[in-house]
């Protein structure tokens, strides 16, 4: 019966196309004027910069019809993403994750002060049906963008309202609909521009419903049980139960759904300013956090209940933009307010106190960049102003009598705030025809405060926490370019983070049996990077891109044993827990490599490959070292594309080597309980994936993924990854 759906649908996805041109993204001729902003802020040409970025574009957003914007990372073959439940999706740069990436949408950061060191899912609450671009920068990039970028910055820039060239106002409309069979995933989107000459506005409405993830059949023989979700938590009679799950492989406890909201107005007056202002709203039903789920103590699950409450995330901005003045060519003022709230929900099996822990987050920012070239130089330079408050509150719900009482919160009871302030300077200067020097210097200001309230969740030797730190922050980078097909480029960058709310104040059990205290010790942890870039291309034929690359640390910040009091462990939630904190370590190292080929043998057809590397230490003493945490294996892609009219198709691999138990950070943030004892396998999948033009106005998708059915996890992750997957969307546009 599947293979009688399955040829069905394939023979009527064949006979229904016409012969209309195909308008899908080509990539057969030379791209060496590629455009980016997330450098600098500012569009420059990609080739004349020294750092390693990767761009995605809309229309490889729309052709991959990746579920969520952290699948859109991933499948670029140059981003790992971690996943704790499948409401998650946690990015990777160069071996570093959460608070040590920057994420940036629309010039905005969305980094907070609650951001953790851990796994985060925040990327998620991005609506990919309204990305323009997303644009990724390797490695330290504190300059521009100041505390955070130490692995990169990975900028997600929004689609802009399209304006009417003649008197007649200008209406576009435009939807999807999509279907996915592994998670019976249901996604619509439904988008309205409306444009005069001078102004225009774009709204955009998306719905997406989870159900569970069915994981892949196929494992392997020395684990034929692995990731199996052999039974599921019930409540009868007001009783809890433990249930049998009729198919293991249905992932019971991953299901979610959530809801984005989008609205642009662009307002263009004249010819020398731009003002845009810009809302997103996003939020969930509950999201279960699958991996407590499946946690077993003494033969019964631990929790009957773990989820994430409903994620709210609102941001507003509003960006105006001048042209042309004595002391600019252009000038960006961004001014932004964001309200984040989550909160986290926990109930013991058989017990009846549901706990409630809800955070609260208001942002505030103000950025000013501007741009003067003069002659070979092109001069930047701006300020950056970010305040940060966290309320934190917490109860604890008793499910038979409805009533409540205080529980302790995950972060300080008496509030906390945190204020950056920041200004920088950069110059891009060509010193000959075929060599360009870029570099810059930013000066940084960090304040955090917090108040611990209750001596009776919070017995600590303090009751308030205060932290002041400046960074001088600096990169200096050279490119060279012999000829219109090559380049090679130098860079030296750092970057620093300070400790944040989350860091610094967090009360958390971060797996069974260990419990994160604060430290307000902390000091702020510093990144310095080197590394060397190759781009060549062979004959109009073949392009290469290669980077090495090399980051030290120092005062890297890490989870570690520590004592409270002049005690290791205490009693928390009911268990004895051993005390671990966020600790400043003497020095770390990540060092690595990220290859890219690209072929083009014939018109309409591409093959690529990625292949990435990353190693990472931490070093306490001279002969003391062990394995940093975030570090993720090998892993890359293999794809060969087709296009011809009306069509694209491709076929592609996704791939990921070993992660030996022993490179594992144990009792850290690398979820070695989510692996099997040798550590996680070794695995590949074998996808497809088409579009063909129905018409000028239809265009329909169909995907079948993880062909195989294979049963495999990304590394450090608590949830498996979807089995065999087939995936059917359709696009119409007015």
Same mark, same amino acid.
């Given at each position: ?56 574009? =809309? ?69 990919? /049906? ?66 005069? /000459? ?74 020398? =300013? ?85 955070? =609260? ?142 860091? *610094? ?80 370590? *003497? ?31 931490? /070093? ?7 394995? *940093? ?106």
């Amino acid at each position: 019966m599947k293979n009688f759906v399955f040829n069905s649908i394939f023979l009527l996805f064949l006979g229904s196309c016409t012969n209309v041109e195909a308008q899908v993204s080509r990539n057969d001729t030379l791209q060496l004027d590629e455009v980016v902003v997330s450098a600098s802020r500012f569009g420059e040409i990609k080739r004349l910069l020294p750092f390693q970025i990767e761009q995605i574009m =809309s229309q490889e957003i729309s052709f991959r019809n990746a579920q969520t914007s952290a699948d859109v990372l991933a499948q670029s073959g140059q981003i790992f993403v971690q996943k704790s439940q499948a409401g998650g999706g946690s990015p990777i740069l160069r071996g570093l994750e959460a608070n040590r990436i920057l994420l940036v949408v629309d010039g905005v950061r969305m980094n907070n002060a609650i951001f953790r060191g851990g796994h985060l899912q925040n990327v998620l609450r991005i609506d990919q /049906q309204m990305i323009e671009q997303v644009e990724v920068v390797f490695g330290p990039n504190s300059v521009v963008y100041g505390s955070d970028a130490l692995g990169g910055v990975i900028h997600f820039r929004s689609k802009m309202p399209t304006l009417s060239l003649t008197n007649k106002p200008l209406l576009q409309t435009s939807a999807m609909a999509r279907y996915s069979s592994a998670a019976n995933e249901k996604t619509t989107n439904v988008t309205f521009n409306y444009g005069r /000459q001078k102004w225009g506005s774009l709204t955009s409405v998306s719905f997406s419903d989870f159900g569970d993830v069915r994981q892949g059949e196929n494992r392997r023989k020395e684990y034929p049980d692995f990731g199996k979700r052999y039974f599921y938590t019930v409540q009868q009679q007001g009783q809890d139960v433990m249930r049998p799950n009729p198919d293991p492989n249905r992932q019971i406890g991953t299901a979610y759904a959530q809801l984005d909201l989008f609205q642009k107005v662009l307002f263009r007056p004249t010819a020398k =300013s731009t003002h845009v202002l810009n809302l997103h709203y996003s939020t969930t039903t509950n999201v279960p956090r699958y991996d407590r789920l499946t946690v077993v103590s003494n033969g019964l699950p631990r929790f009957a209940e773990w989820y994430y409450g409903p994620e709210k995330r609102l941001m507003a901005s509003y960006q105006s933009f001048y042209f042309g003045s004595k002391y600019y060519d252009e000038l960006q003022v961004t001014a932004a307010f964001q309200r984040i709230e989550e909160s986290r929900n926990s109930r013991t099996f058989g017990r009846d106190l549901l706990k409630s822990q809800v955070e =609260s987050v208001l942002a505030y920012s103000l950025n000013m960049d501007a741009q003067k070239k003069s002659g070979r130089n092109t001069f930047r330079y701006g300020l950056e102003w970010v305040y940060n408050s966290v309320h934190s509150e917490a109860t604890n719900t008793d499910r038979s009598s409805g009533s409540q009482t205080a529980a302790d919160t995950r972060y300080p009871d008496g509030g906390s705030s945190m204020n950056w302030l920041a200004l920088y300077g950069t110059n891009h200067l060509q010193l000959a025809e075929k060599w360009f020097l870029q570099g810059g210097l930013r000066l940084n200001q960090v304040n955090l405060r917090a108040a611990f309230v209750s001596r009776e969740f919070f017995p600590f030797p303090f009751d308030h926490a205060a932290q002041a730190s400046t960074a001088l922050t600096g990169n200096l980078g050279v490119v060279l370019i012999p000829g219109v097909k090559s380049k090679v480029s130098l860079l030296g960058s750092t970057g620093f983070r300070a400790p944040n709310v989350d860091d *610094l104040g967090k009360v958390f059990d971060s797996q069974p049996g260990l419990v994160i205290v604060p430290n307000p010790m902390l000091k702020p942890e510093y990144a310095y990077n080197l590394e060397v870039s190759v781009e060549k291309w062979l004959a109009n034929m073949l392009k290469f891109n290669g980077t090495v690359f090399h980051s030290w640390l120092q005062n890297a910040l890490v989870t570690s044993p520590f004592q409270l009091n002049g005690k290791d462990s205490l009693l928390y939630n009911g268990q004895m827990s051993r005390i671990i904190a966020n600790q400043n370590e *003497l020095r770390a190292a990540v060092r690595g490599m990220s290859l890219e080929l690209n072929l083009y043998p014939a018109k309409g057809w591409r093959v690529m490959a990625t292949y990435n590397v990353t190693k990472g230490t931490i /070093q306490q003493s001279d002969k003391n070292r062990s394995p *940093l945490d975030h570090i993720p294996p090998q892993y890359g892609k293999g794809s060969v594309e087709w296009t011809y009219k009306k069509w694209r198709m491709e076929a592609l691999s996704m791939f990921n080597g070993w992660k030996r138990i022993e490179e594992y950070r144990l009792n850290a943030e690398d979820n070695e309980s989510g692996a099997t004892p040798d550590g996680m396998p070794s695995w590949w999948t074998l996808n497809l994936r088409a579009a063909c033009r129905l018409s000028p106005t239809l265009t329909i998708q169909f995907a079948a993924e993880n062909l195989l059915d294979t049963n495999y996890r990304m590394f450090a992750s608590g949830v498996s990854a979807p089995g065999r997957n087939v995936l059917i969307a359709l696009r119409a546009s007015i």
